[in-house]
């Protein structure tokens, strides 16, 4: 028997270090796409593997009515590293979660029930969150979803003057857009909507569940922008692939005090592995390196004179836009070059690589793709 939900991929993977994955029949693989970014510091970093089995030897689970070291350390270190002023922290056990949270956090902060998406957003697939996610594949099976929700064009900063008001609870926004196709924000963009859902009295919300934890070469990507939203879900990377996601508040919106709750509220074990997953990340300088040598990749791509009608993204988050379908080039890396990477689409190739890549892996990776194309 298998399960029903997720197609399974003709490669058994037994195995991870660094980069690197080992099926079972001991083939390596270049993994370009970490799981949907979960693997910031590489496949089983012996610090991250270290505090879990340490934290496993003395408590594996305590709901979070009750104090324990590793997640009051994580609740400390998420307020320091996060976007100014953002310093209360909420953990649950996804992205799709931290959404939910933030949908509520907002509404209940501001008394209303309107929430301002974007098309080609993806939020989530819980119900709440879905109803914010612009692709009707993934909605038009469970709806009736929450209504209130009016969508406008990303990177429209007219369009969304017009949608926000004073009915308006919150804005939510992707400061690169990840599902929809590696779309990144202009500056202006998201200065106008700081600028907006402040005059409006309104959330400015932005999910870095995929950008986040160094990915775009900064820790945040809204950090390249300078601006801080009310609210900041993460999740994906912060845990190194266990499951842990974060709603990140300003004081406005936490002294409202929402009634919310979570059985699996930060466990010990997930938030050591999230403590030590963020110490790599900040001490090793990993946002940096994801500037440097996402830079070098989309370099060494865009002089290899490939058929690729744009090359776009921050860091190492990076869409290839191609001509044939993703799906089929997805495929002939994979089996014949040994390569893992993700869609984004029908036509995008989404590179989302450890942080820990160096110049070597863009190498091959380019060499790869010159293959298959």
């Known amino acids: 028997m298998s399960g029903f939900v997720f197609s399974e991929k003709p490669i058994g993977i037994e195995r991870g270090e660094g980069a690197t994955l080992y099926a079972?029949?001991?083939t390596e693989y270049l993994?370009?796409?970490a799981s949907y970014a979960v693997t910031p510091v590489g496949h089983c970093h012996p610090r991250v593997v270290d505090a879990v089995k340490?934290?496993?030897e003395d408590l594996m689970y305590v709901q979070a009515s009750y104090p324990?070291?590793?997640r009051t350390e994580l609740y400390e270190k998420l307020a320091t590293v996060s976007p100014p002023g953002l310093d209360n922290v909420w953990l649950c056990n996804s992205g799709t979660e931290a959404n939910e949270a933030a949908i509520k956090f907002a509404r209940n902060a501001t008394g209303r029930s309107k929430i301002v998406a974007t098309r080609r957003g993806f939020h989530g697939r819980t119900l709440g969150a879905l109803a914010m996610t612009w692709k009707d594949k993934y909605k038009k099976p469970f709806e009736p979803l929450i209504d209130g929700v009016e969508f406008v064009s990303y990177g429209d900063?007219?369009?969304?003057?017009?949608a926000v008001d004073e009915e308006t609870a919150a804005v939510f926004l992707e400061p690169i857009q990840g599902e929809g196709g590696i779309h990144p924000a202009d500056e202006g963009y998201l200065h106008a909507a700081r600028s907006l859902t402040r005059k409006a009295g309104a959330a400015l919300v932005f999910d870095e569940i995929q950008t986040g934890v160094g990915r775009t070469g900064t820790l945040w990507a809204c950090e390249r922008s300078q601006?801080?939203?009310?609210?900041?879900t993460t999740a994906k990377g912060i845990a190194s692939g266990l499951p842990l996601g974060a709603?990140?508040?300003?004081?406005?919106?936490?002294?409202?005090d929402p009634e919310h709750g979570s059985t699996f509220s930060g466990g010990p074990v997930v938030c050591a592995a999230a403590n030590a997953t963020l110490d790599v990340v900040v001490e090793e300088d990993l946002p940096t390196r994801a500037a440097d040598v996402g830079s070098y990749l989309m370099e060494s791509i865009e002089a290899a004179d490939l058929p690729i009608r744009e090359v776009r993204g921050e860091g190492l988050m990076i869409g290839l836009e191609v001509k044939r379908g993703s799906n089929r080039l997805l495929r002939d890396l994979a089996l014949n070059e040994q390569v893992l990477a993700l869609p984004a689409g029908r036509t995008v190739l989404r590179l989302l690589p450890p942080l820990?890549?160096?110049?070597?892996?863009a190498d091959r990776f380019v060499e790869s793709l010159e293959a298959v194309l």
């Open 24 to 26: 079972d029949d001991g």
């Open 31 to 33: 993994d370009f796409g």
């Open 54 to 56: 340490a934290q496993v």
């Open 68 to 70: 324990v070291e590793a």
């Open 157 to 162: 900063s007219e369009e969304l003057a017009e």
């Open 227 to 232: 601006v801080s939203p009310d609210i900041l």
């Open 247 to 256: 709603t990140v508040c300003a004081d406005w919106i936490a002294d409202a």
């Open 356 to 361: 820990t890549i160096g110049e070597e892996h």
